[in-house]
């Protein structure tokens, strides 16, 4: 790289082409999709089912018998550290009467696994032990009847599971590739859990909080403490091959609002990483759901989940190095505080946002540039379920069979 290059990499790092295409189609989707519940069927099939979702961090799981679970769309995903080491998925399902195996969000079930309901014994990886009373069965075939995997990659440390096997996305080290450099600087696999895993319900559809999250439009009106730390530099990548980056260094004159000028106070000089990266918060998107975020002192997940057409599931968690200094500790809290914050404007404007959609009133999107990316995950939304190019609502009946039709002509 010539210094030329580099010189304009450190104004203006982007990784991709970032060109915005001359008269695009700035329409979002149709408002009658965020209320449709045949459209909500066929996200649980074509979006949720057979996309990358992230469970959790390896360091969710340091000892043999530590377990996630995890709820999507009717499916019950269950993660466990074997007595080898090894991080499995299966689902959540006992193979006698389909009861949670267990029922609990985490937590360590020391030497094996059993169902509250009958008392059936699974090894820590998946295989049958036994069942109760087992005279009163048939013999049963310890792997034929051992608990049901699910497709499981770890990236940086994090835990991806696929509940379809083979689903339109290749594997998640393909489809980070385009950011996996400039991630691997911050030491990600090796950071342990802040607070642990959160949740929280939030009254509207799942991709109206997405589209929130998807631009940096809003942020110079809605986010008045991301726009005094960043607002002057932040920019968006748009959706490309599943993968969008969202890119800001602080400005220089941060500090207005009380949580940034504490954060720009105490955070310390991160010297592990590059130049242009220690005053650097990243934004990654991975479709169709989840979010990375990285700050120069942590990183944290992020995702929605449908739970009905007008109510998503939110959860997350943060991460910190081991061996954190603390000023990291105090500027993870901020950067926590600053977050909070932020999360709760966005709630707002997405309430708002979904609730427009039920009134005759509404004519639908019309985009600016800044949201670029709101529209290319739209598209990515559209290639899996084509019913959503329709303006006009087809009835809620015919719904189904008039998307297959349009999947089996792509």
């Not at 007595?83 to 009467?97: E, L, P, Q, S, T």
Request: charged fraction near 25%; include cysteine.
């Amino acid at each position: 790289m010539s210094i030329q290059q580099k010189k304009s990499f450190f104004m203006n790092p982007h990784l991709r082409d970032v060109a915005i295409p001359n008269n695009w189609d700035r329409r979002g989707l149709p408002g009658w999709s965020y209320h449709s519940d045949a459209v909500l069927e066929l996200e649980k099939e074509y979006v949720f089912r057979n996309h990358w979702q992230i469970a959790g961090h390896i360091s969710d799981l340091p000892n043999a018998g530590d377990y996630l679970t995890m709820d999507v769309v009717g499916e019950r995903a269950l993660i466990v550290r074997g007595k080898d080491g090894v991080v499995r998925a299966f689902n959540n399902m006992c193979r006698h009467r389909g009861s949670r195996v267990v029922a609990d969000s985490q937590g360590n079930c020391k030497n094996a696994l059993v169902c509250p309901f009958h008392g059936w014994v699974y090894n820590l990886d998946g295989t049958l032990r036994g069942a109760a009373r087992p005279r009163s069965f048939p013999d049963l075939d310890k792997t034929e009847f051992g608990l049901m995997p699910i497709e499981l990659e770890i990236w940086m440390g994090f835990i991806f599971i696929r509940f379809r096997k083979g689903g339109p996305q290749p594997p998640v080290a393909e489809l980070l590739k385009p950011i996996e450099a400039e991630i691997a600087h911050y030491g990600v696999a090796e950071m342990v859990p802040s607070w642990g895993i959160w949740s929280q319900t939030s009254p509207v559809n799942w991709k109206s909080v997405r589209d929130v999250d998807n631009e940096g439009y809003h942020v110079a009106m809605a986010h008045p403490a991301l726009q005094d730390l960043y607002g002057a530099t932040y920019f968006d990548e748009p959706f490309i091959n599943g993968v969008s980056r969202s890119f800001a260094t602080y400005n220089p004159h941060a500090g207005r609002r009380w949580s940034v000028a504490q954060y720009i106070k105490i955070a310390p000089k991160a010297k592990h990483l590059p130049d242009h990266l220690r005053k650097a918060w990243i934004y990654y998107g991975i479709f169709p759901n989840n979010a990375l975020s990285i700050m120069p002192e942590s990183v944290q997940f992020y995702q929605e989940f449908p739970l009905s057409t007008g109510e998503t599931l939110l959860r997350g968690a943060i991460y910190r190095y081991p061996d954190e200094t603390r000023e990291q500790a105090a500027a993870r809290y901020l950067a926590y505080r600053i977050d909070r914050d932020t999360m709760n404007e966005d709630v707002q404007l997405s309430v708002w946002s979904n609730e427009s959609m039920l009134s005759e009133a509404f004519e639908g999107f019309y985009l600016s540039d800044l949201e670029y990316g709101v529209r290319t995950h739209h598209d990515h939304l559209r290639k899996q379920i084509p019913v959503l190019g329709l303006e006009t609502a087809p009835e809620e009946k015919d719904m189904w069979a008039l998307n297959e039709a349009l999947r089996s002509r792509s």
